[in-house]
């Protein structure tokens, strides 16, 4: 068999198709957790902390800052050494969140699994003496 042929029967099983379609989805759901942490819980945050925060713009200046620089954007442009943690804590959060989102989906696919209903069982197996009366039984209808 060819490298070329065994490449084909890999990527058309089912398992290779089930991957690439769970990665793409997992794409989108990842943007959709990114646009839900941006726009509605980093907004509530910022409300309940008490005005305008935004941590993707939290950062420390590593070293001299000579013009005082006070905005992220402008450091960067500048070339200053900083240390940019806000953005690392809005990625934490939609770690956190996309975490826990995961979770609640594997937890309730779970819940749905063993909630299906048992296969009734076999009915039990008639005793052999039960069988040999019926075969009695039914000799002596014959006769």
């Known amino acids: 068999m060819s490298i070329i042929q065994e490449f084909r029967e ?3 099983k089912g398992n290779v ?7 793409i989805i997992g794409g989108a759901f990842g943007k959709i957790i990114d646009s839900m942490v941006k726009d509605i819980i ?3 945050v910022s409300w309940v902390l008490g005005g305008d925060v935004d941590f993707s713009s939290w950062f420390v200046v590593l070293g001299d800052n000579p013009k005082n620089i006070t ?16 953005n690392f804590l809005t990625v934490a959060i939609n770690f956190f969140l996309l975490a826990l989102v995961v979770f609640a989906l594997v937890k309730g696919m779970n819940k749905l699994r063993n909630q299906q209903p048992a296969p009734e069982p076999a009915p039990a197996a008639t005793p052999e003496d039960i069988e040999l009366l019926r075969e009695i039984r039914d000799e002596l209808k014959k006769r």
């Open 10 to 12: 890999f990527a058309v």
């Open 17 to 23: 198709m089930d991957l690439a379609v769970g990665v």
């Open 42 to 44: 980093m907004p509530l």
């Open 71 to 86: 905005s992220l954007a402008a450091a960067q442009a500048e070339g200053l050494n900083i240390f940019a943690y806000g």
